[in-house]
């Protein structure tokens, strides 16, 4: 298939890679453009649980010179990057073009279906993470899984040869029936833990040990439950509090410090509006009160001001 | 009079000095040794508006060691070392000995009645600040005054004998009808500036430059109005709102950090239990949802916890 990366930072040029080696014609769109040169010039390094595996050649750009026409795109942009992305690669959309939506945080599919109909978005969620060690360098560990949903589903056989496409790649990829359920947990671990260690200046583990992080995980995870409910999405209270359990675990994510934190801490604006931001302006459309979602929301666009975030 | 100042920082001592300058007798009594030494060894070193005022031989030792009995003592500790205080410095004060709480905070006259009765406790606010340059240096701008008012109110001639040596100090204090109102209009401030700058890491100046900064303000300043006139203290929000924005302005105050940040900074414990603490702590007593300043007290406590203050 031929698949265009519209984004191709840490998990973008992860997931080209591996579909680029099971055979697939891929294509990076990047408006970094030390990344697109260092990928053009020296192929793409990729450094999987601290292993060299070489350098690979795929074909780097930038969105708006992106030539052709391709069957697949992944956008893996930050989320409020990708409204532009998807005006710059327009041109190459056609009316069976798949876009694949992973990114975090709640309103993307309303982004992307200002150009291209619902049949043609899937949505999902990855447990797949990645890094970069520099301009062309992927610097990854672990592997995952995805989990995806046509948001008008159609009876279209591309739908199973797309999702083989995937799973001979390494993808781990699966259809779900209710995706939505899927994002609104991820979103709503991501509201407590980004959106804290940020404000705590912890990383997990840390907000973890507090002896009451219980209470700031209640007053967050009720608002994200109550406004998903309004939404008519079935998220439970117990499985976002399970998975932001399991991570505390300094042996596994623990450690780590979330990718807002690290937007913040180098004076990058923040995915914050498509998180608590959200969860405060969908709860306002409902009358529901989320005075802890909005008040987050405020302290980190405080903190982005004072840092000066561009 | 013989003035006891248990508690002799960065106000205790300038209090003190400007009391022993007046014709008083005044003993400092505190447990930072070095302090304590200096003061003894070299005599207190006074900075005013960076003029070195010479160095002044007054009486220090520590709380427990203090002999004697006083007519007046300050108590300047912080909010929460003031029990201990108390119970250190009991041994010196007799049936007529007044008590002079100008500390930050709700709570502070509930520490005190637990061991005197209530008129023999002045409570009250002050706009002086101060600092210390080091152990045995005082180094200090401006001026200020002090409002006051006596917990119970009796007619004893001794009070107007007090209010007249704190004025020939040059202390600038008044009695006051309604202490409460002015000590709640001093805690929302501090409820706002004191949790905000430590949270998003900033001064006052860069909080108020924040867009929507009166939002935040909003959250906090209702729940302290709506608490305290619970509590049936005349709490007046645009006084709160009016003595915030007063303080933005880099040419005065805007610059400087607020002491809870200044003792995050130094890994020491915050009065949050005293500020946005006391107010959700009542706000429960009385049946008043306060969502922000309980947030914002256990994120405090969190980074507490996190720095590893003491």
Redesign the interface.
Known sequence: MKILFAGAGAMGARFGWMLSQSGNEVVFADNWKEHVDAINEQGLKIIVDKKDLGNYKIKATSPKAVEGSFDVIFVFTKAMQLDQMMQDILHVIHPKTRIICLLNGLGNVEVIEKYIPKSQIFLGVTVWSSGLGGPGVVDATGSGAIELQQMDKTDDPFNADMLDTFNRAGLGAVYSDDVLQSVWHKVGLNCVLNS?CT????NIA??G?????E??VD?VVDEVVAVGHAEGVNVLKDVIVSKIHAVYDPTKAGLHYPSLYQDMAKHRLTEIDYLNGAIARLGKKHGIST??C???T??I???E??VGAK
């Not at 404000?199 to 912890?202: A, N, V």
């Not at 040990?209 to 992080?213: G, I, M, Q, R």
């Open positions: 804290y404000l705590i200046d912890c840390q907000f040990d507090y002896k009451d992080s209470v700031l007053y005075p802890a909005d008040l987050i405020h302290m666009h405080a903190k001001s004072v």
